[in-house]
């Protein structure tokens, strides 16, 4: 079989997701490609929290499934004591895995509806290379052969993308590790828990989260270049030291574990091959959060793809290039990496006790905003959505 198409996107992760449904909503020909045999089959965690980050015009203008909109956020200290973080912007949870009502999984069957052809369970065979652009790519599903020629390829495939022999790509070789359990009714619903430890979570932290449904997820995150153990060894003692928080959790529940490499690559755009979510390497280099950057980074590259077929000039993809570096900026935090692993646990409960002071004098979420640079506001031009 022979198919051709404006966009082929390979990879039905989030970021893969969201490019395809901005891409066909917009009216392009998409192609989505996935490796396993359903969407979401590999996921290892069943919730994710991101930051807003301009996720809200994003989700509202594509109907994007999500689970909460929290507000409140608390950061414990190791002593217990809390500082309570009310934000004006959402933090999001996000449902994962392959169940109908996960992200990723209803946001393929909307591209679908759209027209997005999706092809599971395939294994691409052959990336055919004219001047470093992709010409056209094989592959095969099944017993049969499907060569595709797409006038621009999206690597969406995760943070070990095929593409990356397309880009130079630079690393301290430093991943973020996590593990954790998945349950029931871990925690409230309408507040993130984070908690911080230098001596039992070096470099890292442990979150507890709760999605409208009652699933909920409790993990531990590490960095490598501080972990001297497997996460599962910090995660248990430091449950072990919080008693409490080892009651709410039921050890009894799914245990899952993953790990992603902090990379950068020094162009998100290569010829006709688009670089999104993990695979651009946007996963965050302080929390290991990567919902946001796959989702925001999905859109826009939705938006730079139809906007080059409009003026029918793919150099215009170069936009894309320039927006995400603004968007995500990740020196900051690799900075807070730095700073957060040489703290101690009374600078922690310092840090605790001061937010808390300053909260009750002024607006802290706006100081806090200036510290992390976001910005208030986008007012960007949205998604021309197509038929509408
Ligand atoms: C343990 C753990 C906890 C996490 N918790 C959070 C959290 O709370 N909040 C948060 O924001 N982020 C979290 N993350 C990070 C988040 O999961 C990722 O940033 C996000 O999934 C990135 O989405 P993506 O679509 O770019 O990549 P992926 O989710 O990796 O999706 C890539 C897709 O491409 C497919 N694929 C790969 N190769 C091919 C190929 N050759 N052909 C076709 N398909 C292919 C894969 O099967 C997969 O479906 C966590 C990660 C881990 C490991």
Not at 92 to 109: I, L, M, Q
Not at 133 to 154: L, N, W
Not at 240 to 250: D, Q, V
Request: some cysteine; glycine content about 10%.
């Amino acid at each position: 079989m022979t198919v051709e198409c404006d966009v082929l996107v390979v990879g039905a992760g989030p970021a893969g997701a969201v490019t395809s449904l901005a891409c066909v909503k917009q009216g392009l020909n998409t192609v989505l490609l996935e490796k396993n045999p359903v969407v979401g089959g590999y996921t290892k965690t069943k919730l994710d929290a991101s930051a807003d980050g301009e996720l809200t015009k994003v989700i509202r203008e594509l109907k994007l499934r999500t689970e909460n909109e929290v507000y409140t956020s608390r950061w414990y200290a190791p002593s217990g004591n809390y500082f309570l973080l009310r934000s004006s912007t959402h933090e999001y949870f996000f449902k994962r895995g392959p169940e109908a009502d996960s992200f990723e999984v209803s946001t393929v069957k909307e591209a679908r509806k759209e027209g997005c052809k999706v092809f599971l369970n395939t294994k691409i065979k052959m990336l055919n290379e004219v001047k470093g652009k992709v010409d056209s790519v094989t592959v095969s599903k099944g017993g049969e052969e499907i060569h595709i020629k797409p006038k621009v390829v999206v690597a969406a495939d995760g943070g070990n993308s095929m593409f990356h022999r397309f880009v130079n790509k630079t690393s301290e070789n430093r991943k973020k590790l996590g593990y954790g359990v998945t349950g029931e009714g871990f925690s409230d619903t309408d507040s993130s828990n984070i908690y911080f430890d230098a001596e039992l979570i070096p470099g890292g932290y442990f979150y507890l989260i709760t999605g409208k449904s009652g699933v909920s997820s409790a993990c531990i995150v590490l960095d490598s270049s501080k972990a001297e153990n497997p996460a599962k060894e910090y995660f248990k003692r430091f449950l072990g030291a919080n008693k409490e928080l080892a009651e709410k959790i039921k050890l009894h529940s799914n245990t899952f574990s993953g790990e992603g490499l902090i990379f950068d690559i020094d162009r998100y755009v290569s010829k006709n091959i688009v670089f999104v979510g993990d695979a651009a390497g946007l996963l965050d280099p302080f929390f290991g959060y990567g919902m946001t950057s796959a989702i925001v980074s999905g859109y826009h590259a939705g938006r730079y793809i139809k906007k080059a077929f409009e003026e029918d000039n793919l150099a215009l993809l170069e936009g894309y290039d320039s927006k995400i570096r603004e968007k995500f900026d990740k020196r900051l935090s690799y900075l807070y990496q730095r700073v957060f692993e040489s703290l101690k646990n009374e600078d922690l409960e310092l840090i605790a006790e001061i937010l808390n002071e300053l909260d009750k004098k002024g607006n802290l979420e706006a100081l806090l905003g200036q510290l992390t640079g976001e910005t208030a506001r986008d007012v960007e031009p949205s998604i021309n959505v197509h038929g509408t």
